[in-house]
């Protein structure tokens, strides 16, 4: 009989060895057969999926040891590696991928304009622009991973339909110009979009642990890369509006109608085509940032609890809870980046335990936002706003309590780090299906207002 495979645990040995630089794509596919093989002999010989894992793992020696031989002997090649693709395939490859990446970002930022020729213009239409704003950027995108992964048909056909559905969302319903259920759908329909994309960048990998993983690892990286692309493209946009001033010429318009709105469509499509070029061969800066971050975010929530405590004051200002529900988001993120660059096998150390510290201090603001919530409604009724945040920071509550609840069970030694990785990637369909809610839902129940 066919040895069971414990796929999850090979899955993370494997990712902890590729974030090794020095490693290539042929040796850890090597490595892994080697350890396949190692896995399926002790099974055989009585020993369950988890303890063969830990038992071949650990014979298959020091990976950190055989990192730095690869380092030593082959200096030249990752040299090379950083300033090409490092997926194989050689320059030609590169520049192929380069070029369809910079081609569909094109289509984006054309697409951005393509409204315009049937008279909806920006100025005229925001609204239109608002909703929207996923359905320019997003399908180029899935495109790009579709030719990248080589979908097969049948995933094509289903995500070529959920985009057909969004589209009947943004634009089926008769919103109220700039009325909350409007925005509310701007803000909640690109997150089941971005699960679309999710499917095309995980492709047959998307039901397991570890394509969902990877898919959030590549956000993070993502959204990293897009900031720094917007840096840059705020510099540029500056420098050409005062050299052409300089001249005489006023280039405001076609700055705030053309540069800014067709670069940022693009800049989606260039940096997820830097994170796959460069993910290999450059440290994820994510999981980086989550461990700089977090006892930063941890201090400023214990300050918060001890300032709430000696003052007495809760807040009931809209914007305070708007800027706490995005620090908790922020929260969740650093959770789950810290998580991401972390080797499951070892005990838990200082660092995991001042994450629960902060998922702890976390779900006491939760629990004081929530009450804030619950006071509003309660003295000037429902709103379509003060639902979607009653909604928004229950789901949040809903994954840091299992968070919260693993740590202790890690701490207890009656679980491990992989079973947090399957946790807060089995958690994503509950975001989808509270953003299908706010987008379905609303409009009907609110009529449009």
Known sequence: METALPEDRIGQWRRYLERRKAVGASDIAELEDHLRTR???????????DEAFLVAAGRMGALDAVCREFAREHSERLWKQLVSDPDAGGADHGRRDAGIAFALAALAALAVKLPVLFGVTMDGAPGFYLRNAGLFVLPPLVLYFAWKRSIGRGMGLALMGAFVVAAVLANGFAFAPQGSTEILTALHLPILLWLAVGMAYAASRWRSVAGRMDFLRFSGELF?????????????????????????????????????????????????????????????????????????????????????????????????????????????????????????????GLFDRLQFTLIASALVVDGVMLWAIAARIQEFGFTPNRIAGLGENLVLLGNLVGSAVLYLRIFAGRTTFAALERWQTNYLPVYGAWAAVVCVAFPVIFHGS
């Open 39 to 49: 896995i399926a002999a002790l099974g055989e010989a009585g020993l369950t999926p």
């Open 224 to 348: 990293i890369y897009y900031v720094l692309i917007a840096l840059g493209g705020i510099v540029t946009a500056a420098f050409t509006a005062t050299i052409f001033k300089a001249a005489g010429i006023k280039v405001d318009v076609f700055l705030s109608q053309w540069l800014v709105p067709c670069g940022a469509a693009g800049a989606v499509i260039v940096g997820a085509w830097l994170v796959e070029a460069k993910q290999s061969v450059i440290e994820n800066m994510a999981p980086v940032l989550a461990r700089l971050f977090t006892p930063l975010f941890t201090a400023v929530l214990l300050s918060f609890l001890v300032a709430l405590v000696v003052t007495g004051r809760g807040f009931l200002v809209r914007e305070q809870l708007i800027g706490f529900d995005l620090l908790l988001v922020l929260v969740t993120g650093l959770l789950l980046y810290a998580i991401s660059a972390r080797d499951p096998l070892p005990p838990p």
